[in-house]
């Protein structure tokens, strides 16, 4: 089976996701082209970069248009979309198998990554942090891959409201009698958990079988063992899809992000995890 993703110029969106869908299901074929791409055009300033912290490999380092691709284009099974307008001319080419655009699979505009180029370093990562997600989405819709059971997301809008954020996912979690975790691998919130007399349960996503889900209680909370400075890296990996598998096996999961913001920086983390639930609740004070 093969897997196309377009986009306008094949520099940036299309190519990086790719390279995760590769790395994500390694069993199919994947490839990228772009509807107003110049041939043979590099890929714009800091695609190689963020790839490479992420632990991304991009197998593609030079742009194509849909006109050299056609062939690869009428062959697929799916072919995904970073915008709508998109599918007529892909349509145009004769192609008539199924499509999904980007617009189909978010439910929140604030998931609907731009194109990033001439983007800030930290819109920079957010746009393709968003991107990637739609990708694993739309193929996991595609091969209607489903959780054993439902994954809540609570996400602090910025580092102030981490307190606010731990205490509803810490209730969201006792009303679903649902695991929760601090599923923020770049500074887990530690002092906070202490505030709200929940017990820390250490785990690695490098070694789940160490883990015993069945017996947590919703007076825990799965912290990682260890810091994590390029979250990115866990979080587009097959382990994570792993661990979240395992986490849901026989409950509901109530996942605590990083903060959209910092008083220094935009945080692309959290957007990653819309590939897995719709069911995101952003915490403001």
């Not at 986490?247 to 509901?252: C, K, S």
Request: charged share 20%; with cysteine.
């Amino acid at each position: 089976m093969s897997i196309g993703v377009i986009c306008r110029m094949n520099q940036a969106r299309s190519i990086f996701a790719e390279g995760v869908l590769t790395k994500n299901f390694p069993e199919l074929e994947f490839f990228s082209s772009g509807v107003e791409a110049q041939s043979g055009s590099s890929l714009i300033d800091g695609v190689e970069e963020l790839a490479k912290i992420w632990e991304i490999s991009l197998t593609k380092k030079r742009s194509s248009s849909i006109q050299e691709d056609q062939s690869e284009i009428l062959e697929a099974e799916l072919i995904i979309c970073a915008e709508m307008q998109f599918e007529p001319l892909i349509r145009k080419l004769g192609y008539s198998g199924k499509v999904l655009n980007f617009e189909q699979l978010v439910t929140d505009s604030f998931f609907m990554p731009l194109d990033p180029n001439g983007l800030s370093v930290d819109k920079f990562k957010r746009e393709l942090a968003k991107t990637a997600a739609i990708a694993i989405k739309a193929v996991r819709s595609h091969l209607r891959l489903e959780f054993s059971n439902s994954i809540t997301v609570v996400t602090p809008n910025s580092a102030s409201d981490s307190n606010l954020a731990l205490a509803h996912a810490l209730m969201e979690s006792k009303i679903n009698n649902a695991i929760l975790v601090d599923a923020d691998f770049r500074a887990p919130n530690l002092s906070e958990i202490k505030e709200q007399g929940l017990e820390e349960i250490e785990f690695d996503i490098q070694n789940l079988d160490q883990l015993s889900y069945e017996i947590i209680t919703n007076q825990q909370i799965l912290t990682h063992q260890y810091q994590i400075n390029h979250p990115g890296q866990v979080l587009l990996s097959p382990n994570f899809n792993t661990f979240l598998q395992k986490l849901t096996q026989d409950r509901p999961a109530v996942l605590l992000t990083a903060p959209r913001y910092t008083n220094a920086n935009r945080l692309s983390d959290s957007y990653i995890f819309s590939a897995y639930t719709d069911n995101i609740s952003v915490i403001s004070a």
